[in-house]
């Protein structure tokens, strides 16, 4: 671990990062990169650069990538990977983590979500306010898990899925990889192909649009 951390992306999802990171306490400066030059500062941190200057601070800096869209996130983390950056675990101090929980690099966890025991979380994850993860659990790589979101034991989630604000997935189910889960859907039943799913039960939507948050 470094004493300075870099966030990647300062709008809403990096701010809320960069507040969990402070809260910490582990770094002695915070700073963000964004692409958008006409951006100087967010929550009252300075941007030093673009997402491309992260490289120049592979050395001096822990690197976080804010980037809520999952496909993003995925391509920033694994070149960083590559090239050998320290990628720091985010967890807001008001998250109660449970017993043989696995948390993987990149991934934030934000305040009031409860993760209980033997629950795997991959790398680069968003665990977004307020939600649980029962036991069990086994959330694959860059899945974002939207803010007041409940999953009973024993749930898989493939990699890069979105699960929408309040979605409820019930014990046992298995979500396939690449899908979207409107808000407030709730999946009683595996979904084995990846698309986009609301209601109650989750139905997949016929006309989907393309969406990667
Ligand atoms: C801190 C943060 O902000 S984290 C981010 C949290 N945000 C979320 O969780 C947002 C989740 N997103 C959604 O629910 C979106 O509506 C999506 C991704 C499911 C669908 O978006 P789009 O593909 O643009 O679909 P669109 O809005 O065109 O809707 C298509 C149809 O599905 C319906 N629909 C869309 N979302 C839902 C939903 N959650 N539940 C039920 N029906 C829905 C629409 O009413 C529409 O129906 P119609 O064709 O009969 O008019």
């Given at each position: 671990m470094k004493n300075k951390l870099l966030i990647i992306g300062a709008s809403g999802h990096g701010k809320v990062v960069a507040d969990i990171a402070l809260k910490m306490n582990k770094w002695k400066c915070v700073a963000f990169l964004d692409d958008?030059?006409?951006?100087?500062?967010?929550l009252g941190i300075?941007?030093?650069?673009?997402?491309?200057?992260?490289l120049k601070h592979l050395n001096d800096c822990d690197i976080f990538v804010g980037i809520g869209n999952n496909a993003i996130r995925e391509k920033l983390q694994e070149k960083l990977e590559l090239e050998g950056a320290s990628l720091p675990i985010l967890i807001h101090p008001n998250a109660v983590i449970g017993e043989e929980v696995k948390i993987k690099s990149g991934t934030v966890v934000m305040a009031g979500v409860v993760i209980n025991c033997s629950t795997a979380l991959g790398k680069g994850c968003i665990i977004n306010t307020g939600a649980t993860i029962d036991h069990d659990n086994n959330i694959e790589d860059y899945v974002h898990i939207s803010p007041g979101v409940n999953t009973a034991g024993s749930v898989k989630i493939g990699r890069l899925t979105w699960i929408g604000i309040g979605s409820v997935v019930s014990n046992n189910v298995s979500i396939t990889q690449r899908s979207i889960l409107g808000a407030n859907a709730t999946v009683?039943?595996?979904?084995?192909?990846p698309g986009t799913y609301v209601g109650v039960p989750a139905r997949r939507l016929t006309n989907e649009n393309t969406h990667s948050s």
């Open positions: 958008d030059e006409s951006v100087k500062t967010s300075k941007v030093i650069g673009k997402t491309e200057d992260a009683v039943k595996n979904l084995t192909e």
